[in-house]
């Protein structure tokens, strides 16, 4: 059994996951969630020595649950699939949640303007205050790199299958009295196509995703 599981969301990411996959640290088993690839990305994935789980349900949640759903290593990580996140340096995260965290993030340091682009650092500063008033929970970025451990995560039963699963997850680890971290990490421009931060539209979605939770968690 790997000491960690990651699980990589992948939509249609074949020209980044040989990158990525390469980066995985030694005794981290790659666990990537195609999510309606059309591009060849889980035949690559699974060439390459990685577990491929297939979610036919569309949305980062669902990709992540699903992922989560098939972990069965004591911590499990969370990382896109694009290459704008170094898995190599998971471990530091995980150094961090053995030191007394419950979830670990990784907080994005963008080695170039265009890795993160101003409207979608704008919306998740945005959220990042919201989160501070709502929860009591500080944080400078809800990004997309992550570590907890695997059974504490599901006892979390996170409910939403689309952008809003980031968020849910600090608001209900927060509710839970979970210990929440931040590390930085660097963050370089994706390879290929965002399907989310890269486009005001996308952003736009995942704000309104992000909203959605934050009502719900309130009531």
Same mark, same amino acid.
């Given at each position: 059994?790997?000491?960690? $599981?990651?699980?990589?969301?992948?939509?249609?990411?074949?020209?980044?996951?040989? =990158?990525?996959?390469?980066?995985?640290?030694?005794?981290?088993?790659?666990?990537?969630?195609?999510?309606?690839?059309? $591009?060849?990305?889980?035949?690559?994935?699974? *060439?390459?020595?990685?577990?491929?789980?297939?979610?036919?349900?569309?949305?980062?949640?669902?990709?992540?649950?699903?992922?989560?759903?098939?972990?069965?290593?004591?911590?499990?990580?969370?990382?896109?699939?694009?290459?704008?996140? $170094?898995?190599?340096?998971?471990?530091?995260?995980?150094?961090?949640?053995?030191?007394? !965290?419950?979830?670990?993030?990784?907080?994005?340091?963008?080695?170039?303007?265009?890795?993160?682009?101003?409207?979608?650092?704008?919306?998740?500063?945005?959220?990042?205050?919201?989160?501070?008033?709502?929860?009591?929970?500080?944080?400078? $970025?809800?990004?997309?790199?992550?570590?907890?451990?695997?059974?504490?995560?599901?006892?979390?039963?996170?409910? *939403?299958?689309?952008?809003?699963?980031?968020?849910?997850?600090?608001?209900? !680890?927060?509710?839970?009295? =979970?210990?929440?971290?931040?590390? *930085?990490?660097?963050?370089?421009?994706?390879?290929?196509?965002?399907?989310?931060?890269?486009?005001?539209?996308?952003?736009?979605?995942?704000?309104?995703?992000?909203?959605?939770?934050?009502?719900?968690?309130?009531?």
């Amino acid at each position: 059994m790997a000491d960690v $599981d990651l699980v990589l969301p992948c939509l249609n990411e074949a020209a980044a996951l040989p =990158w990525v996959l390469d980066r995985v640290p030694a005794n981290y088993r790659a666990i990537v969630v195609d999510n309606g690839s059309t $591009d060849g990305s889980a035949g690559l994935a699974r *060439d390459a020595g990685a577990t491929v789980v297939v979610e036919h349900r569309r949305g980062f949640g669902a990709a992540v649950a699903a992922g989560v759903a098939a972990a069965d290593a004591p911590v499990v990580a969370i990382c896109d699939a694009d290459a704008s996140l $170094d898995p190599a340096v998971l471990p530091q995260l995980v150094g961090l949640l053995e030191g007394g !965290a419950d979830l670990v993030l990784g907080r994005r340091v963008p080695t170039e303007r265009s890795a993160w682009p101003l409207h979608a650092r704008a919306a998740n500063a945005v959220l990042s205050r919201r989160i501070g008033r709502l929860a009591g929970v500080h944080l400078a $970025d809800i990004g997309p790199m992550r570590v907890a451990r695997t059974d504490a995560l599901r006892e979390l039963h996170l409910a *939403d299958r689309r952008s809003g699963y980031p968020l849910e997850m600090v608001l209900r !680890a927060a509710a839970a009295g =979970w210990r929440i971290v931040e590390t *930085d990490v660097t963050y370089s421009p994706r390879i290929g196509r965002s399907k989310v931060t890269g486009t005001v539209r996308g952003t736009l979605t995942a704000v309104h995703d992000m909203n959605r939770v934050l009502r719900e968690v309130r009531t």
